[in-house]
């Protein structure tokens, strides 16, 4: 299904390039809208995921095995026993067109990078709204994701979900030494399982 930016995710694409609310010229949206439109020729969505059971400890979780320090993480599941863990990419096709694009052009190759990043959140947000919510429980509820970078949670903990999930043999998804993720466009996160 061909993806359609909204008014807002043009207006985040815009952000992520660092342009303020009242910068947004015609030739910037067009611009915007153009790279959304051309990313949507290369990009591979790819997601892979699994529930598993957590237990608590004063400062963070444990998840299969793994110690996750993080009392953000701890605040997030404190109402759950079980969470879902998930990495997702665009493929590293969606990585090489945007290093074409900014050896081409810098504006170009910003904007696509922008629109890459607002992809691959709603593409993780819709991922968990249809196919992730199909599986839960009569009753249960997903907190929203949260992900390493974020607040206290260590960027090492993508090690961690990528081998939980084993995301580097299911989406090609890995670490690089300096924890940046290859594809660079890709994410993976923690949602804490809830009863409403």
Not at 28 to 53: D, I, K, M, N, Q
Request: net charge negative.
């Amino acid at each position: 299904m061909q993806f359609i930016p909204t008014d807002k995710q043009i207006a985040d694409a815009l952000r992520y390039m660092g342009v303020p609310p009242g910068g947004h010229t015609p030739e910037l949206v067009r611009t915007v809208s153009e790279a959304f439109g051309r990313l949507e020729g290369y990009v591979e969505p790819r997601c892979v995921w699994g529930r598993f059971h957590i237990i608590h400890f004063d400062g963070g979780i444990e998840l299969e095995g793994a110690y996750i320090y993080s009392d953000d993480i701890a605040r997030l599941t404190s109402r759950s026993d079980d969470c879902i863990v998930l990495a997702a990419t665009l493929g590293h096709e969606t990585d090489r067109q945007i290093t074409l694009a900014q050896n081409r052009n810098m504006l170009d190759g910003l904007a696509l990078d922008a629109c890459a990043s607002v992809r691959i959140d709603s593409y993780i947000d819709q991922y968990m709204r249809s196919d992730i919510a199909g599986w839960l429980h009569e009753g249960e509820r997903l907190t929203s994701r949260f992900s390493p970078g974020y607040g206290d949670l260590s960027m090492n903990v993508t090690e961690d979900i990528i081998a939980i999930l084993n995301a580097t043999k299911r989406i090609g998804l890995s670490v690089t030494r300096s924890m940046m993720m290859s594809p660079v466009k890709s994410v993976t996160a923690i949602a804490g399982l809830f009863v409403k």
